[in-house]
């Protein structure tokens, strides 16, 4: 993976690019032919002071672009874009050590590298610290939005040339009256494939191209789903599977959630699915869902998919526990996770709400251990 710099004689190509994608967490969400031109032809891309690279991938695909302001100054700031097929994939946190690898290396020596988020965007956040920045500061409603009219807390992440030139990550050792504040390790999140198999299915990571063929699956099974379902109470509307899908990719970057999507290794169908949630880092534990395309029940794909996640969870991630959650009423559901050898442990009296919130339901909880 390198940068490789924009020239104006590539300005159709960023129009095209700034364009086509989106950008929920910036102050223009879409931003028009006219907006582009008019920063190209001000020197937004390309000054003095301002200098615009292309992120590209090992293949030599562009997959994103990443402008440094402030070039002359001790302390540069930066914008980095991953366009919408591509995030997701760990292309941020590599083009920001790129980024810092460039900014050190220039002749003036700069002290500092530093960018901005929204508070919210953790999928960013996640990439800054992936990258080596340091938290360094929460500004409350200092983020508009012009969608919304909404204003949101921004964060600041830093990373000073002596980190760099070190290698280390120094924490911010924050003060409140002079008394220093503890600060608990985090856990450590093991590295994983984001892709594995069964015998019969192809397991991975959600992309946001996968909307489309979700949407169908869930608007295909309502019936079967809306009775255990809350999300299934009423057929989505394909942006609403689009912006669940942005989330769940954002959510499996953080490691915040691992959603998974099961497709047929003999025709690359969609066909339901699964993932690891209510993730507890610091045991680690997490706990098993899954849904089906309804026309292709009966064929022992769910147990299939839960008896490889729960492999997935225990020899890659290190799980000391792993449970299945259902509905006491929910014949399926228990089924799949009696075949798959969980244990039940237990069932709450009243713990839940119905699918639509109409009734309390008891749940069950089936369990793994290592």
């Known amino acids: 993976m390198h940068l490789q710099e924009w020239t104006m004689e590539e300005q159709e190509q960023l129009i095209h690019f700034m364009t086509t994608n989106t950008w929920p967490y910036h102050g223009n969400s879409h931003p028009g032919r006219q907006l582009i031109e008019k920063a190209i032809e001000e020197g937004g891309y390309e000054s003095d002071v301002v200098k615009t690279f292309w992120v590209e991938n090992d293949s030599g695909q562009k997959v994103g672009i990443v402008k440094i302001h402030d070039l002359q100054d001790e302390i540069p700031l930066f914008d980095l874009r991953i366009e919408d097929m591509s995030r997701g994939y760990g292309y941020g946190s590599k083009a920001l050590k790129l980024v810092a690898e460039y900014v050190f290396g220039l002749p003036e020596k700069k002290i500092r590298l530093e960018g901005h988020t929204r508070q919210d965007n953790l999928a960013m956040r996640k990439t800054f610290e992936r990258a080596g920045f340091v938290k360094e500061a929460h500004l409350r409603k200092a983020w508009f939005s012009p969608k919304e009219n909404s204003y949101y807390d921004a964060v600041t992440y830093g990373m000073t040339r002596e980190d760099f030139l070190a290698g280390t990550t120094t924490p911010v050792v924050w003060e409140d009256e002079g008394k220093q504040s503890k600060v608990s390790a985090a856990p450590i999140i093991p590295n994983f494939s984001e892709t594995f198999e069964s015998e019969r299915l192809v397991i991975r990571a959600p992309k946001l191209g996968d909307a489309p063929d979700v949407w169908n699956a869930i608007c295909n099974s309502l019936p079967a789903l809306r009775e255990w379902m809350p999300f299934a109470q009423q057929a989505p509307e394909l942006h609403q599977t689009e912006d669940n899908m942005r989330r769940a990719v954002a959510d499996f970057v953080t490691r915040e959630d691992l959603r998974l999507h099961l497709f047929l290794k003999e025709t690359g169908e969609f066909i339901g699915s699964s993932g ?60 799949v996770a009696e075949r798959a050898g969980f244990v039940l442990e237990g069932t709450l009296k009243q713990d839940a709400l119905s699918a639509d919130g109409n009734s309390l339901r008891n749940t069950c909880v089936y369990a793994k251990i290592d």
């Open 276 to 335: 690891l949630h209510r993730i507890d880092w610091a045991i680690p534990k997490f706990e098993i869902g899954y849904w089906l395309d309804t026309k292709f029940e009966g064929n022992g794909y769910v147990t299939e998919a839960v008896e490889r996640i729960t492999q997935f969870a225990f020899e890659d991630l290190a799980a000391r526990r792993v449970e299945i959650r259902c509905d006491e009423e929910n014949a399926k559901s228990r089924s």
